[in-house]
C-alpha cells in the first residue's frame, strides 16, 4: 500500500510548528501543511487536538501532537538522517537543550511578544524586558560554552538541540533580546552557520512573509489577537518573575484562552476505513 503524506498543523509564527517542519525538511520527509492557528482552521485543529495547539501531524489517520512527541515519531519512522545524537550523552544533552528551548527560552519569548502582535492598548509591565533579558543571557552564556569544542550544539552535526532553539534565537533580536556577538563570538558563528543551511533560510523566509501578511491584514483578523492562549510554562514564568497581578488582571479583564480539555485518541488501526 502506498504510503500516504503527512499533513502537518502548522504556523509559520510557532516555534514548536517550525522545530516540526525543519525535522521534516531535514530528514526529507514528503509534507502537506495546513495554517492550524488561522481562524478558518480552528475546527479543522480541534478535531485533532482538543487542546488547539499546533504542531500537530496526521500521518495516514494517526495523529500525533506535541513538538517532542512528533519528532520523536518521525525519528522512529525515519531513522536515517538522524535528529537525536548516537552517544548517550550527546542524546542527553541534545533532549535537554530541546527541554529548555520548549519550556524556558519559548516562555520568556512568548511573553515579551505580546505587545509586538496582540491588540493591547497597555504597555509592558515594568521590569519584564530586563527580567526576559537576565534570563536569556544564561542561556546565551550556556550556548557560547557549548560552541566551544562543537560546530553543533550537542554534536558534531545537526541535531534536535540545533532546531528547537533556530527560531527562538533568531526571534529575540526582534524583542531586543539578541545576544551581544562581541561577548558571544561562537553563538554568532553557530547562528550563522546555521542560516546558511537551506531549510533554515527557508524557515526565515516563511517567518518573514507570515509577518508581512500579517501586518498587511491588521483590521482584519485572520487570527485571535485580543485573547492571548495561556498555558503552563509561560504563566511559570510570568509568576516566578513576580507578574501574577498582571496575569490575575488579564483573567479579570477576559483576555486569556486556555488549552481544550484533551484525552489521548483511541488506538489506531491502520486496517481501518
Ligand atoms: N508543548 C507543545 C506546545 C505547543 C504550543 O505552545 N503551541 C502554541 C503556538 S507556539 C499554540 O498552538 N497556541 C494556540 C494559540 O495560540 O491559539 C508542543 O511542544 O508542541
Request: charged content about 25%; aromatic content about 10%; glycine content about 4%.
Amino acid at each position: 500500500m502506498k504510503e500516504r503524506m503527512i499533513t502537518l498543523y502548522d504556523s509559520a509564527f510557532s516555534p514548536f510548528a517550525r522545530k516540526v517542519r525543519l525535522a521534516l525538511e531535514h530528514k526529507q520527509i514528503e509534507y502537506q501543511s495546513l495554517d492550524g492557528l488561522a481562524l478558518v482552521n480552528r475546527k479543522a485543529l480541534a478535531a485533532v487536538n482538543r487542546r488547539m495547539e499546533v504542531p500537530a501531524i496526521d500521518h495516514d489517520g494517526m495523529v500525533v501532537v506535541n513538538s517532542a512527541d512528533i519528532i520523536a515519531y518521525l525519528e522512529r519512522r525515519w531513522p536515517a538522517r538522524a535528529l537525536y545524537p548516537d552517544l548517550n550523552a550527546a542524546w542527553v544533552h541534545a533532549r535537554s537543550w530541546e527541554r529548555c528551548a520548549d519550556t524556558f527560552v519559548d516562555a520568556i519569548l512568548v511573553n515579551v511578544s505580546y505587545w509586538s502582535w496582540a491588540k493591547r492598548d497597555d504597555a509592558m509591565p515594568e521590569g519584564l524586558h530586563e527580567s526576559a533579558r537576565k534570563d536569556l543571557e544564561l542561556v546565551y552564556a550556556a550556548l557560547e560554552r557549548d560552541l566551544a569544542t562543537r560546530d553543533f550544539i550537542s554534536d558534531g552535526k545537526l541535531s534536535i538541540a540545533d532546531l528547537a532553539l533556530f527560531p527562538h534565537i533568531t526571534a529575540a533580536r526582534t524583542f531586543r533580546l539578541g545576544y551581544d556577538a562581541a561577548r558571544f563570538p561562537r553563538l554568532h558563528a553557530w547562528q550563522k552557520r546555521m542560516r546558511a543551511l537551506p531549510a533554515m533560510a527557508e524557515d526565515l523566509e516563511r517567518m518573514k512573509a507570515f509577518l508581512a501578511q500579517l501586518g498587511a491584514a491588521k483590521g482584519k483578523d485572520s487570527y485571535e489577537r485580543t485573547k492571548i492562549f495561556w498555558r503552563g510554562d509561560r504563566i511559570e514564568w510570568m509568576v516566578a518573575h513576580g507578574f501574577h497581578a498582571w496575569f490575575g488582571n488579564e483573567i479579570q479583564a477576559q483576555r486569556v484562552q486556555w488549552p481544550g480539555p484533551s484525552v489521548p485518541a483511541p488506538l489506531h488501526d491502520p486496517t481501518a476505513g
